[in-house]
C-alpha cells in the first residue's frame, strides 16, 4: 500500500485499546512485506492531541517496534506534550496530520497510490464541534487524490466517516465485533486501489448522512439560514453574518 498513512480516534477502554494496537501491528507488518517501496505511518488522535507514534522504516519491523511506540506516544499524549492545542478536535487534527505526510512522502518518492486508513474507537457517535474541520478535510483529500478508508469499533456508525469515505472513494466498515479488527484489515483494507474494482466489496453499513451542519452550534440541520456571500449556514436568523461580517436587511414584518 503505497503512501499509507493512519489515523485513529481516541475513546476506548484500555483492552480494546491494545487489542486494536496488536492488530495494526500486524497490518502494517503486512504492508512492509507487500510493499517494500511504500510507507506507512501511524498517527493517534486523543484529548484534542494528534501525534506521530510510528512510520515504516525501522530495523525491526513494524511488528515489533509498533506496540513500544505507539504505548510511549499515547503516555505523551496524555502527559500534554506535543500535538494541537488541548480542546481541538481530534479527528481532524488526525486527519491533517496524516494527509500532510502522505502529500510529503508521496511527492519525495513518486508513490501513485496514496490512502489513509481511520480506525475509530470511540464508545459513542460523532462530536458536534468536529464536523466542519473534518470535512474540509474530506475536501482537500479529494482534492489531493488521497483515498480515505474508515473502520469505525464503536457500537454507533459515524455519519461523518462514511461521507469522508463516500467522498474520496474508500471504504467504510462497522465490524460487528470488535475483536474482528485484524480480519477486516487483512481481508478488506489490506487490498490495493488498483484491485479494489475486480473485488466484490461488502455493502455499504447504514445510511449515508448528508445533512448540511450549522455553523454556530455545530448541530446537523434539515432547514436553516445560508449566508449570501460566504454560504455560512446558521439554525437561526441573524443580523449579521459572524463569519464575513455581511449585514442582512431586517426582515418584513
Known sequence: AEGAGGAGGAGAGGGELAAAVRALGGFAAALEALGPGGAAALFAAAGGRARLLWESGGADGAGAELPAAVGAGIAAML??????????AP??????????????????????QRRVLVVSLRAGGDEAG?????????????????????????????????????ATGGIYARPGRPEGLFQYLMSLFIVDLHSRPALELPAAQGALGSAAVCFCHKRPLSVGHVCSVCLSIFCEAVAECPTCGTAFAAQAQ
Open 79 to 88: 502527559r500534554g506534550e506535543g500535538g494541537a492545542a488541548a480542546g481541538a
Open 91 to 112: 479527528l481532524p487534527a488526525a486527519l491533517g496530520k496524516a494527509l500532510c505526510y502522505v502529500r510529503r512522502v508521496a511527492q519525495e518518492r513518486g508513490l501513485e
Open 130 to 166: 468536529e464536523s466542519i474541520p473534518t470535512m474540509n478535510a474530506v475536501f482537500c483529500a479529494q482534492r489531493a487524490g488521497v483515498v480515505l478508508d474508515c473502520c469505525v469499533l464503536g457500537p454507533e456508525d459515524s455519519p461523518l466517516l462514511q461521507q469522508a469515505a463516500h
